[in-house]
């Protein structure tokens, strides 16, 4: 084997290493999104809730140390706030103390630091439906929480990377496949020039 062939070879191996080795950072880089919320999008409250709870895909940042980089409110249709304390972040999971209101229809606005250290916000709502004669809590008009260092006082309104659905795992799952296809087309192409290099290299000299 000659030394251009063993050169060749070698940046062949190189490339498809750096290939491979990019794949999980590019796969990574994707903005933190909804996976699971309690209460769920949707959904009918029939008992007090003590607490909102909102689960992503991946870790939230906790910039400060103790959630004031989270916003997490619920709010009834007059605007009143029912959450009764900051967020706390947990890994994956930001949650929140609250406690509701009449019955009627809720909002629960967040917004978190993803994992890739961009803002992620968006909203979801749910329904409170008690039974007759169960205490309602009157609310507030300013937020539960005042000492948010991410928008103090305002809700958070849905930004374009927001993601209030809680996706497939078919979507994710195509976004790392479309990742590694590319991964192994690089690959691929590299090995076909190192073949195309060798046959080039054997081709005997043609007679005169």
């Not at 950072?25 to 209460?39: F, R």
Request: hydrophobic share 40%.
């Amino acid at each position: 084997m000659t030394r251009m062939t063993t050169r060749v070879l070698a940046g062949a191996g190189l490339l498809a290493a750096v290939a491979l080795a990019l794949t999980p950072t590019v796969a990574a880089s994707a903005h933190d999104y909804l996976v699971q919320t309690s209460p769920a999008s949707g959904a009918t409250q029939t008992e007090q809730l003590d607490q909102v709870k909102l689960t992503f895909n991946d870790r939230v940042l906790d910039l400060g140390g103790d959630g004031s980089s989270a916003i997490l409110r619920v709010t009834d249709a007059s605007g009143k706030h029912f959450e009764t304390g900051c967020p706390t972040i947990l890994d994956t999971t930001v949650s929140a103390p609250t406690a509701l209101g009449a019955a009627g229809a809720y909002t629960v606005d967040w917004q978190v630091v993803s994992a890739d250290g961009h803002t992620v916000s968006g909203s979801y709502g749910f329904t409170y439906k008690p039974p007759a004669g169960t205490a309602a809590v009157p609310g507030t008009t300013a937020p539960g929480c005042t000492s948010s260092k991410a928008t103090p006082g305002a809700a958070p309104a849905p930004s374009s990377t927001a993601s209030t659905a809680v996706p497939t795992k078919a979507s994710s799952d195509g976004n790392l496949g479309l990742v590694i296809g590319i991964a192994i087309g690089i690959v691929a192409l590299a090995l076909i020039g190192v073949v195309i290099l060798l046959l080039t290299r054997r081709k005997p000299p043609t007679e005169s």
